[in-house]
């Protein structure tokens, strides 16, 4: 089967290196893809967000199976645009997808299915937000109810702080539209994990947990990111409390979307609180994570595209996954300034050097080729994984990996994983 897969990040570089070991697939192109992916198919030049020129692309290359990687062209409605057109497109409808793109949809969910989240409160005017932030003697967390690239998002333990994130917000426009509405919730206090599933509309099937690391500096300080690194499996999240996950949390979300008439298939990503009081959903995704992604499908033992497939086809109930048991990490190298400012172009050596490490995959994020050289193009630049017996091991790898690696300005954390390993002694 000729498989397209969307996107260019890291996450699809993992998806299209494990594509790539399936032993049905017959052609994977990536639109638009990174050197990564060139290594594991054909690039095509044509952006994520074209859904008329990737449907047309599909169409004259005999693509069996589209998978999309990003949430805007999801939200955007790729998915009901390549299923109308016959061919089978693997995330769910751009309805569906509003479970992430529209947080004030994903909060009325939650609700009416009784799954566990922050107590809320959505505005669609500044002064009504302002007025109840100033209410409040409690650390308050305000939200961009739309996309806005994992960035709008602003914890703030002073009334003041809350007030000045809803002003840039709403005021100041800086996530744009995605800004017109806001989420004030609680501030929940705990450690963070993520649990992603395959969902086929009926059946839910749990991937392995995970963790990544969203602040951009060691000790979870500074601001947040689209994630410095991951590690699967997270031992926060022990086999009862993914049973309590499941039960609680994933079956009533996905019975709840059936219930409105917005049936869910492809990836469901859980952004939860571990609280004392039990797990919390603090967001929901609607596609794979970057990076948790990573550290993940390096651990899959099963073909990807069998899995993908049966997510389209209903058909979850008759596969298995299969896991390597050792875990996973993945160290994010970025470019220094990143979440900020950053310098593009800088030169990168030392790629093969470090692919050839036992057990490790130097993951493309933000990279591009310029005459005959891989170059910076992007904040996160790399994800660096490796397995290992033990998460120390693993994290070892990975860093003796990032440690051959260089260009000008590479900036990384270097404590990902050091919760688990704890957590573990
Ligand atoms: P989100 O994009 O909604 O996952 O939020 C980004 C990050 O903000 C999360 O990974 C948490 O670290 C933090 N966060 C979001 N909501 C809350 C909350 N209600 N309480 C505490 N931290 C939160
Ligand atoms: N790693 C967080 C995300 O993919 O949104």
Not at 78 to 86: G, R, T
């Amino acid at each position: 089967m000729n498989v397209l897969l969307i996107g260019s990040g890291g996450r699809e570089h993992a998806i299209a290196w494990k594509l790539a070991q399936s032993k049905n697939l017959t052609k994977l192109f990536i639109a638009p893809g990174n050197p990564g992916t060139a290594q594991c198919g054909k690039n095509i030049p044509i952006s994520s967000d074209d859904t008329d020129k990737l449907l047309e692309f599909a169409r004259q290359n005999k693509v069996g199976l589209a998978v999309v990687g990003p949430e805007d062209p999801l939200a955007a409605g790729i998915v009901d645009k390549f299923e109308a057109a016959d061919i089978k497109a693997f995330g769910p409808s751009g309805k569906a997808a509003q479970l992430e793109a529209d947080k004030a949809f994903a909060k009325q969910l939650m609700r009416s299915s009784s799954v566990s989240t922050a107590e809320s409160r959505t505005f669609d005017r500044f002064e009504d937000a302002k007025a109840y932030i100033a209410s409040r003697d409690e650390p308050v967390v305000v939200k961009a109810a739309g996309l806005a690239k994992g960035k709008g998002v602003y914890v703030c333990d002073e009334p003041s702080d809350g007030i000045l994130a809803a002003e840039k917000i709403m005021c100041d426009r800086i996530f744009g539209t995605a800004g017109d509405r806001i989420i004030v919730e609680d501030k929940l206090l705990g450690e963070e994990a993520s649990i992603l599933a395959f969902v086929d509309g009926r059946n839910i099937y749990l991937m392995e947990s995970s963790q990544d690391h969203k602040p951009v500096g060691d000790g979870d300080t500074g601001p947040n990111t689209g994630g410095m690194g991951a590690y699967s499996p997270a031992p926060i999240v022990t086999e009862n409390l993914l049973n309590q996950i499941s039960r609680e949390i994933l079956v009533p979300t996905v019975d709840g979307m059936n219930r409105s008439g917005t049936p869910y298939k492809g990836v469901l990503y859980a952004g939860l609180m571990i609280t004392a009081g039990g797990p919390r959903v603090l967001e929901f995704n609607v596609r794979f994570g970057d990076p948790e992604t990573q550290p993940i499908l390096m651990r899959l033992k099963s073909d990807l595209l069998e899995v993908l497939l049966a997510v389209c086809d209903g058909t979850l109930d008759q596969i298995m996954l299969v896991w390597d048991p050792r875990p996973a990490v993945c160290v994010v190298m970025a470019s220094g300034g990143y979440p900020d400012d950053y310098q593009k172009g800088r030169k990168i050596t030392g790629l093969e050097e470090a692919g050839q490490l036992e057990d490790v995959v130097v993951f493309h994020a933000g990279t591009k080729e310029q005459n005959g050289q891989i170059v910076t193009s992007g904040g996160r630049v790399l994800g660096v994984t490796a397995l290992g017996s033990t998460i120390a091991n693993a994290k070892a790898q990975a860093y003796k990996a990032v440690e051959k690696i260089n260009f000008d300005g590479a900036y990384f954390r270097r404590d990902i994983a050091d919760k688990a390993i704890k957590a573990k002694l």
